[in-house]
């Protein structure tokens, strides 16, 4: 198990792919496929191979033994081989030569990371899939539901949340199709033997290779090995952290809008009928954005463990010294975060309340401010454009100093142009309730949100969808 | 310029698309384009569209006041549009109405670092493409050409130069793969008006941005705009950091061979006359390997910079306060050191000489021991194998502490066993020249080479090559 | 001249520091002052030393040459000496040769990269130095000004602007201790000579550090050299990651504070009468909160380029291949990024207006809410804690539900109990009304800036302060 | 448990620090200390404490519920306290009102991460002091003993190894000292209540402080709390990065001079007689520096855990929404990786052994090309400069191109200029017996060495020691 403050941001989905166990019985398939695939090809006798096989799956490794003496040799395998090989001998006397036959301990290791990485790769798929179908599902239901756009943490606009929520989706989208070519080249075997050139296995190579891979239902890998040119796998933790990236930026914004004075979306509540989601051990009015916090709380450890990749890229010649032994350790913690981000986006998406009437209420709180640009435009088609530029700045300033409606304010800021103006005050007046009627905002975005249905649309016909 | 310090590691070549000018012109033709795209699209009128793209052909910007006002702004646009509007007005009286219409500051700061990026990026995959061709090329040459294989900085084995140098062109292509695909969705336009909705655009939004696209040879990007959800442009900078950290791992392979002790191999001398590449201000027998100090530089650089990608993602809201700001400062930054890494490595793989001979001394200087794997599976063959597995361990103590061959020292301890032994001792000796004969380790790496290299070339022939 | 995007983020304050113009001046200046101290402890002839001075002063260097052959040769230090030299011999024949004497490269350029550091580590201390002075400022101002607390971006209770700006005040003071300490002790001189054992100083080396080091008004360092043990030099840099990372942290709830939503403070206007400080291109109502903008931006930079600083401590040997280089590299932007937000910090703490009733209204406009546990501990003294429990939560989830003030609805829901109730109403209304007056929180809140003021005015006191 | 290959890098150390049941425990101890604390403060009834001390004592939580209920919560102490309030009201009924009074979530889990972490970081001191004792042991015994100093990775002078380890060891006395200095002030209690103002603890709350703290044997920390101004904390995680940093530093050496082509150090033998440290699962001749590898290993997991503490601290408003909770989980991963780090660089340390004789052949291997600078520097007392310089440049290629001894070739290379010098023969021979004999170099680095354990001792007399 994982330290509870952990467990706590990621929850445990993956713990039971990643515990010490797991990883054993992993490395236990790659010794059995390794047989198996070595018999079919001739190069080692059959009963052997059926020898080992029924070792690995009945042995009931000594996980202590193996940690103690694993941390003295540097890895797990040489007393995991150990163990194995008595097992073996007590079936069939003699086949626990043809165990490992070839292979090396990075063979088994990597090819182990990769048999538990890829059901953890599937539950990531699988919540980047759900949130980006909620995401549109909350875009097409809300394309024509405005909203304050923000732009530097300043009222800026209006947008509506459908439009938000297609930009969420189109970007969740492409982050599973890089998740998902990346898991395509990244969750393959490795078996390339002592050195990385197959030596054992004679011409035998390429087809044993591909012979566990289809064993372990994993990709065969580039021709080779992998173990030292390390850059699929990297690439593959690198989306992961990518689409964890996105679900922070979108956990962002929504902790920005669950905030009390904004208040325009709230979490669902858990589905749990025992759990209270959000309560605080010292407040009872508090409902705190747990799921918001929990992604975010992800995204950051995320972030340090995604920077760490570039660094043990650099294998030292065939198989490093610290470098591939860091990013095994490593790419659990980052998957394990990441699953946990994306299954609470997923979970927030789908439960999530948008509160239009607030959403509303914070756009007439902004006194007709957000729609300066629009008066600015609208005016200039029918006055100079010093006058509107003047007038606007002079009528903004007011707004922020005494309230009123940026409306009447500029109304007001006119007066003395009016007197001496060539244009009708009917003309102004038209212009104005151009200028602030919300609904060309709400029409751009709305279509701007269809456009971005559309597209997803379409991708999905071709192929990327479900 | 950038400092000294940064020189060094990176050299100049992208010091002409980062410079304040080369990035001021960028904003100014993004304006161009526009006007010209709003032009076509009957947005603006033609004789206003020909103004602004005269005045910003002909502009020669106030860099000083741009830098001094933008910082105070938070954005250089304000200030430059102020210089541009003049210098328009000097031309098309009124003309500088139509100037950045519907556009925000942030469009013009995105397109122009993507115009800025893009021939950085050309840089990066042209030296992709010729390092990837010289390893290729090194991979033939020495396809048949004996070393070390090394694992946990031990020698291990044979390998031959051509597989080490194979699998670092595969890799290369494969980073080629990426950073291409991945520049096909990140050098975007960027066009989203105020708040992202194309508001001012209407309907033409889809076809100006398009135009626009076209006018600079970008691409279009996703329906929308990528303001806030900056995936695609992230992704581009990461797998420009990934290649990084590919020629990082193998200037740090050669580095190692390089090295006194070692002396596998030497870089090219300078192709300039005047210059004295690794020549040392203490040391006059100093060679130093500058190309692989340079690659390993910006390895480490690169590193830390991708590091602020995944924080900068969490844009706020419609355009975020300080995360795509900081992301946009540290793009230069990181792609003029992954070109410079680049570049030094196909220039070091063009040049590097092989030193076959010293490479078989130091095959030698191990007496035999990195044969103590084909060894004992040789021997095993004919002798039990426990009998075998003590013989090695003891004989391969005695190498290390007396000295010796590990062929005799394997003799000496299988004495006592030939005497009582079933096998007659012609077996043995013929077990132990089949183990210490390089050639099967010779060929199987000769093997593993040509494979990758038809790999290459099936790959190239698909069109990922010229 | 940084790029543009940098600058907007960094300001300009280091670029003098940083230029390659001043640090090939500083690179001079080491050598100065190494003949100065050489030929002061005997080891060259006084009059080459003065001729080495007298060049160093007054050679004009090539910089595009320094450049260029620098690049191909890893250091800049080998052709400014050719130049240099060549200076020299225009001036003193002979005297050429006691330049450097005994000295590397690296002398030079960690030397004279310090040289450049020093300064900037000097705004550096003098900017958060006054934005530390601001924040207790604003603390002993705001010490009962009340606003909301905010926990999980939630309000939660009340405090006051003062105990918030106290904390950032004690938090900048901690920093700044930390940077004066990290750079009394990074900001040494560096002079190992070839391999870093002073081999041709002879017994004099010790004394020939403290003259250079004095020379130059730079610590004389650690015993020998620091050149392959960089953690005090990386300390400091470290240490100034660390206030920028505070910097953010205080930027970051100025950043909330100002939302339109939020509305509790203003940034200054800007110094300069011509500056329009977070206007916007696009929108003429926007004050975007651009200092805020500044610091998190250059948080955001600074916090990649610390990522870095770990790896390139592991230089190899007595000199490393591209770590201590790198390094050399990154310090620089590292620093100028966190000069830029402390500066901005401190520009922002000084000219910041707290919005009072901006901030009452927003306390009013949780309807009780935030006084529920005060509720819950006042009524618990009068009331079974089961039955206040119950009747806190129903009033909380009412309020949020249909309106209405906290202290009703709890009334309210107490009704059933008050009929049965031992407790005569008089009781509760009192517990209530204890609960519902702020003047706990603020005295609280007021009590608590007072300490923290009383600590800050002792540790003043013991030195820490001018 | 953590993942298995995490603990072949860290070690276990930690692990019974960081478990989920000691958490919880370290929970259960704030909890009884804040009981007794306030009980002694007259903040709560005694007997009440004394109910809340024995439940904490003798419950047994259930874990699973705290996980599953936290994940939900978002904090795993609303559970924990339902459960113990359960216990307590089975000892004294109503005391369980007295629990957690005024206290909030995350004093709880500051101060409980404080309190797993310091055993932790005395494990790190106590290995920290004990690498460093190792450090200078070997810079005593081998203060004269010669081996090739490397710079850029290219042999460049004779150092001592005494030298180095000296180097290794005063930088670990600063990280020490560092580390030290950074848990004076990082491991504090943290109590602030629901928004850091100490609200429900009246004018006791400095006192109340003190006493919790007392209690625990914590450090009372700054004025008010630290939880939204982390500084103090996070200078804790990056000093014990630092300092892992500077051992992956030594590590890196070691592991460069352990390669088979240098062979200057091997690592120990395994204390346990069961292990076999650095074997391999194929290759019977392997000793592979394992202790390097784990030390290199958890260097690059703990520079990616330290890249997220600047990010992390900034913690939003009072109390952060996913910053501070990511801060958590990430400081037990980071720092079992240092104590892991750092446990095997003192075992190293302790038991390596290092052969003179190899490191005198490596020196005589570069045919006395190393003494190039010296041959130039004696010579050019006795020659015209130029003369010099040609000379040594034409030997040192010629050595590199044919083999030979450089003082040979260079007194070949001056068979000219002799016939035709001023200077007799002998002189440019004692010259040359002066420039080829390493006594000079060797006794330069041993008095360095001298200086620098005379300074440890000097300092670890005024109390940086034991």
């Known amino acids: 198990m994982r330290t509870l403050s952990a467990s706590m941001l990621s929850g445990t989905s993956c713990d039971r792919h990643f515990s010490p166990r797991a990883f054993v019985s992993a490395i236990l398939a790659f010794e059995a496929a390794l047989a198996r695939a070595e018999a079919s090809l001739g190069l080692i006798p059959e009963d052997a191979a059926a020898a080992i096989r029924a070792a690995a799956r009945d042995l009931v490794p000594d996980l202590d033994s193996i940690t103690a003496k694993g941390t003295d040799a540097g890895t797990p395998v040489v007393e995991l081989l150990a163990q194995l090989a008595a097992r073996i001998e007590t079936g069939v006397r003699g086949a626990s030569a043809y165990l490992h036959l070839g292979a090396t301990s990075q063979d088994a290791l990597d090819t182990a990371t990769v048999l538990c990485v890829k059901p953890c790769v599937s539950l990531a798929l699988t919540a980047l899939e759900e949130a980006r179908r909620q995401a549109l599902r909350l875009a097409s239901e809300h394309a024509a539901s405005?909203?304050?756009?923000?732009?530097?943490?300043?009222?800026?606009?209006?947008?509506?949340?459908?439009?938000?929520?297609?930009?969420?989706?189109?970007?969740?989208?492409?982050?599973?199709?890089?998740?998902?070519?990346?898991?395509?080249?990244?969750?393959?075997?490795?078996?390339?033997?002592?050195?990385?050139?197959?030596?054992?296995?004679?011409?035998?190579?390429?087809?044993?290779?591909?012979?566990?891979?289809?064993?372990?239902?994993?990709?065969?890998?580039?021709?080779?090995?992998?173990?030292?040119?390390?850059?699929?796998?990297?690439?593959?933790?690198?989306?992961?952290?990518?689409?964890?990236?996105?679900?922070?930026?979108?956990?962002?914004?929504?902790?920005?809008?669950?905030?009390?004075?904004?208040?325009?979306?709230?979490?669902?509540?858990?589905?749990?009928?025992?759990?209270?989601?959000?309560?605080?051990?010292?407040?009872?009015?508090?409902?705190?954005?747990?799921?918001?916090?929990?992604?975010?709380g992800c995204g950051h450890a995320v972030q340090g463990l995604t920077a760490s990749l570039l660094p043990t890229l650099a294998v030292e010649h065939e198989r490093g010294l610290g470098t591939w032994q860091a990013e095994l350790a490593i790419a659990p913690d980052l998957i394990s975060y990441a699953v946990g981000a994306l299954e609470a986006l997923a979970e927030l998406l789908k439960g999530l309340r948008f509160d239009g009437?607030?959403?509303?209420?914070?756009?007439?709180?902004?006194?007709?401010?957000?729609?300066?640009?629009?008066?600015?435009?609208?005016?200039?088609?029918?006055?100079?454009?010093?006058?509107?530029?003047?007038?606007?700045?002079?009528?903004?300033?007011?707004?922020?100093?005494?309230?009123?409606?940026?409306?009447?304010?500029?109304?007001?800021?006119?007066?003395?142009?009016?007197?001496?103006?060539?244009?009708?005050?009917?003309?102004?007046?038209?212009?104005?309730?151009?200028?602030?009627?919300?609904?060309?905002?709400?029409?751009?975005?709305?279509?701007g949100t269809e456009r971005i249905l559309q597209a997803e649309v379409r991708d999905q016909g071709s192929g990327i969808g479900e």
């Open 146 to 296: 405005p909203m304050l756009a923000r732009t530097l943490m300043q009222a800026a606009g209006i947008t509506t949340f459908g439009l938000k929520a297609a930009t969420w989706g189109a970007s969740l989208t492409r982050c599973e199709r890089r998740v998902r070519e990346a898991a395509g080249e990244g969750l393959s075997v490795q078996l390339g033997g002592a050195v990385g050139s197959g030596l054992m296995f004679g011409d035998r190579w390429e087809a044993l290779r591909a012979a566990v891979a289809c064993e372990l239902d994993l990709a065969t890998g580039p021709s080779g090995t992998w173990q030292a040119m390390r850059d699929g796998w990297a690439n593959l933790l690198v989306q992961i952290g990518l689409a964890t990236g996105v679900a922070a930026k979108i956990a962002g914004d929504l902790a920005l809008m669950a905030q009390t004075e904004v208040g325009e979306i709230h979490e669902p509540a858990s589905a749990k009928a025992s759990a209270r989601r959000g309560t605080s051990s010292a407040l009872p009015h508090k409902q705190n954005p747990v799921l918001c916090m929990r992604i975010l």
């Open 357 to 447: 009437l607030r959403a509303q209420r914070n756009i007439d709180a902004t006194c007709g401010l957000v729609f300066a640009d629009q008066a600015m435009f609208q005016l200039a088609r029918v006055l100079p454009r010093d006058v509107v530029s003047q007038a606007v700045g002079t009528a903004c300033n007011r707004v922020r100093a005494e309230g009123g409606h940026l409306r009447d304010a500029i109304r007001h800021a006119l007066e003395p142009h009016r007197a001496q103006g060539s244009q009708p005050e009917l003309t102004v007046d038209a212009a104005l309730a151009a200028a602030f009627d919300p609904a060309a905002s709400i029409e751009a975005a709305s279509r």
